[in-house]
T-cell receptor, first 115, second 113 residues
Framework: KQEVTQIPAALSVPEGENLVLNCSFT??????LQWFRQDPGKGLTSLLL?????REQTSGRLNASLDKSSGRSTLYIAASQPGDSATYLC??????????????FGAGTQVVVTP | NAGVTQTPKFQVLKTGQSMTLQCAQD?????MYWYRQDPGMGLRLIYY???????DKGEVPNGYNVSRLNKREFSLRLESAAPSQTSVYFC????????????FGSGTQLSVL
């Protein structure tokens, strides 16, 4: 069974510092991996999607890397701002037919960026 | 463009009561999902519908039923609510045609006393 882990559970950084968020998964047979942002009391918003054949994906200050063989993805947020404070979750989409389309989520990393 | 709409936003039930959570999307998506989110546990899949007329169990289906009423709507029913079903429930959708993103509703906070 696929297990998705995000460590640490919480992180606090001063404004301007780069953020590094980790996601690990136990089964490398994935179709893709997504990173989401969740603000308190809100739903999830997809930030980046990386296909299993890709090594990284970028959008503005966000960069996500994927190392499928080692079961890891990292989300980098450059020059953090207080508005980046949120919980960040990763989710993998399995490649196996019996789990096709069923995304598996990590528990998330709660980020606080202090002014 | 409303995206994914969930109702109600908040609900309090007594043990044994029943209720239906409603979800509708206006993006012409094929696939729809119901997840629950509990503190420290991430999101866990309750049920999944790959397309209109199909449903499949997820990781935690016990105590729930679903109906894919049409392409737009996917409802989740609790027949006899239990305190263990206290959670935040999210509906999500995607086109279902390839490597596309998931879109989420804003959630339903459910408390079962």
């Amino acid at each position: 069974k696929q297990e998705v882990t995000q460590i640490p559970a919480a992180l606090s950084v001063p404004e301007g510092e780069n953020l590094v968020l980790n996601c690990s998964f136990t089964d490398s047979a994935i179709y893709n991996l997504q990173w989401f942002r969740q603000d308190p009391g809100k739903g999830l918003t997809s930030l980046l999607l990386i296909q299993s054949s890709q090594r990284e994906q970028t959008s503005g200050r966000l960069n996500a890397s994927l190392d499928k063989s080692s079961g890891r993805s990292t989300l980098y947020i450059a020059a953090s701002q207080p508005g980046d404070s949120a919980t960040y979750l990763c989710a993998v989409r399995p490649l196996k037919s019996d789990s096709w389309g069923k995304f598996q989520f990590g528990a998330g990393t709660q980020v606080v960026v202090t002014p | 463009n409303a995206g994914v709409t969930q109702t109600p936003k908040f609900q309090v039930l007594k043990t044994g009561q029943s209720m239906t959570l409603q979800c509708a999307q206006d993006m012409n998506h094929n696939s729809m999902y119901w997840y629950r989110q509990d503190p420290g546990m991430g999101l866990r899949l309750i049920y999944y519908s790959a397309s209109e007329g199909t449903t499949d169990k997820g990781e935690v289906p016990n105590g729930y039923n679903v109906s894919r009423l049409n392409k737009r709507e996917f409802s989740l029913r609790l027949e006899s609510a239990a305190p263990s079903q206290t959670s935040v429930y999210f509906c999500a959708s995607r086109t279902g045609t390839g490597a596309e993103k998931l879109f989420f509703g804003s959630g339903t906070q459910l408390s079962v006393l």
